[in-house]
Nanobody, 120 residues
Framework: QVQLVESGGGLVQPGGSLRLSCAAS????????MGWYRQAPGNQRELVAI??????NYADSVKGRFTISGDNAKNTVYLQMTSLKPEDTAVYYC???????????????WGQGTQVTVSS
């Protein structure tokens, strides 16, 4: 019913910047929130940033370096990452909580993930 397509991952040097995009499509009535999670090898998946309306929340490890934003008309969320560190290396997953046409509850969806590698 809902698909999330991520893009923008890749290889970047320490101190560099990268911008991730996630576009949601399908039978979306309303997006309650969208966010980014990441998972490095051997680690648990962790919240990076989330946006709900005008409110945002960030993991302490990325606060001041990453910015989450959205384009409501395009059902798209972005993650602008600056001052990247090797420890930011992970697979980044887009996530959304949405209301779907014809259903009286909200649902969670995940993107396929996009690799971000920070290395010299």
């Amino acid at each position: 019913q809902v698909q999330l397509v991520e893009s923008g991952g890749g290889l970047v040097q320490p101190g560099g910047s990268l911008r991730l995009s996630c576009a949601a499509s399908g039978s979306i009535y309303r997006i309650n929130n969208m966010g980014w999670y990441r998972q490095a090898p051997g680690n648990q998946r962790e919240l990076v940033a989330i946006i709900a309306g005008d409110a945002t929340n960030y993991a302490d490890s990325v606060k001041g370096r990453f910015t989450i934003s959205g384009d409501n008309a395009k059902n798209t969320v972005y993650l602008q990452m600056t001052s990247l560190k090797p420890e930011d290396t992970a697979v980044y997953y887009c996530h959304c909580t949405v209301a779907i046409y014809g259903y009286q509850r909200v649902y969670d969806y995940w993107g396929q993930g996009t690799q971000v590698t920070v290395s010299s």
